[in-house]
């Protein structure tokens, strides 16, 4: 049985700059006076004037005539974070009563990144495995970053990065190590669908034969892409007779021929 560990599926979530109405009930007495504060994921207290508190004055109001339901009315924060807001009532002895409630400040206005993958498919790929319709392009941003990354790093010693043109292998390779990704924060490790392990174990063997060169590059034309390589000469501290081109393409070094002669001098 898969246990989630994505808490933030009960959390209500929020689409940034949207106005929102906040409630507190007093279920003992009718306090004498209601504050309102919101707090950011670090802890610091946001003045109600930052995020355009629609009442004039940025006052809780009380609906109806000692009813002892309160709200106010905001215009929640335009960044992205996790936030908590509190109600605190106060009665006529200045006893305390705190409501406190968190909540996520979400965006679903699609975000451009730089991705080998095509981002709507990976978007909509980890909402099926996920069963979430309310994934973001920023909820996936990272991960998809983090997967190119991976790829390119692996590569750069050998390859011009970013790899282009693309092709599907590395669109799906990506892809694939970013929906893993994913899933390893939001599951139990163990909970990760068997194809999607089985993918991402081949992808990583097929890196590891590019990285050994045991394997071409190939590119969208169907051709294969060659490794950088770096000629070098066998013999210790001699200049290299052929020039840095890619090894099909490579040419004499005249002048290097020329050096090395001279040290036989």
Known sequence: MAIKRNISDNIPRF?????????????VTRPATVSFAIYDSNGASLALSAVSAINSGNVVAES?????????????????????????????SSLTYRTRTEWEVISSIPTSFFSYSAIADTLR?????????????????????????????????LYTIPVSPTFPLIQDMERTFAIYDLLSDVFLKKSIPTPLQKR????????QQWETNSLGLPVAS???MMYRFLAESNTENWKSVFDDRAWVDMRVDPDRVTDDSDKDA
Request: hydrophobic share 35%; net charge negative; glycine share 6%.
């Open 15 to 27: 689409e940034a700059s949207n106005a929102k109405q906040f409630t507190y009930t007093s279920t």
């Open 200 to 207: 991402k174990d081949e992808y990583d063997k097929i890196l």
């Open 64 to 92: 109806g005539t000692t009813t002892g339901l309160f709200y106010i009315n905001i215009v929640v924060p335009t960044t992205r974070d996790f936030y908590v807001s509190e109600f605190v009532g106060y009665d006529a």
């Open 125 to 157: 790929i980890s909402r099926t495995i996920i069963g979430r319709a309310d994934l973001t392009f920023w909820d996936i941003k990272r991960y998809v970053e983090v997967a190119h990354d991976k790829i390119n790093a692996r590569l750069s010693n």
């Open 222 to 224: 169907g051709d294969v």
